[in-house]
């Protein structure tokens, strides 16, 4: 498994409470299904994150739309996200995936970066 995924994982697990937990934890034992490319301003690849398909649909329409249409994302099993940073993307992923949003070290732009994400 990559370790990039297990430790998206094992960071939303600190600290909190034992139902999301084992949610996070059974999800980090299957293997990934698919890849996001988080793509700079620039358009340049700033990192590839191996994601599971069947979550990413179930609790984002933005992603249902394009992995269950027959698009080229549900064909190739690969989304490019635009105009995002890795660091905020991986903060909307441990969202999505365990229902918890972290925002300790978050500065106010990171925040707005992170809404405009979610608003996509």
């Known amino acids: 498994m990559s ?8 960071s939303a697990e600190e600290g909190e409470g034992a139902t999301s937990s084992s949610s996070c934890a059974l999800l980090s034992r299957s293997p990934p299904d698919m890849e996001v490319v988080v793509r700079g301003e620039d358009g340049e690849a700033a990192a590839t ?57 978050a500065s106010l732009d990171n925040f707005a970066e992170l809404l405009m994400l979610a608003d996509r």
Do not use: N, W
């Open 3 to 10: 370790q990039l995924v297990e430790a998206l994982f094992l």
């Open 49 to 105: 994150i191996p994601c599971h398909r069947v979550v990413l649909a179930a609790r984002c329409p933005y992603f249902k739309r394009a992995l269950l249409s027959g698009m080229r994302e549900d064909i190739e099993r690969r989304v490019d996200v635009h105009d995002a940073s890795p660091q905020i993307f991986k903060t909307f992923l441990r969202f999505v995936y365990c229902g918890r949003l972290v925002l300790a070290d």
